[in-house]
């Protein structure tokens, strides 16, 4: 059970780490990149999405595995 738990907060903080980049991916490419005028800056976009939003979920994996080691105490037989 306690495997389990842990999977689940891990897969949880993957999720909200790939959530965030969704959210923060305006601001990010407002500011980065700019007004898209042609291809060059969709393609940007696409790279700065696809390579944040890995980064955050394995950020939020690795919290989430974290805390859960940190929350979750084994069973006292």
Do not use: H
């Not at 907060?9 to 490419?29: E, R």
């Not at 800056?41 to 859960?68: D, E, K, P």
């Amino acid at each position: 059970m306690r495997l389990l738990k842990i999977t689940l907060f891990t897969l949880f903080g993957a999720v909200c780490g790939a959530g965030l980049m969704y959210l923060l991916m305006p601001l990010i490419s407002r500011v980065f990149v700019g007004t898209i005028y042609g291809e060059d800056q969709m393609s940007q976009n696409f790279a700065i999405f696809l390579i944040g939003a890995l980064v955050l979920a394995v950020l939020g994996a690795f919290s989430g595995w974290y805390f859960a080691n940190k929350l979750i105490k084994p069973r006292q037989s």
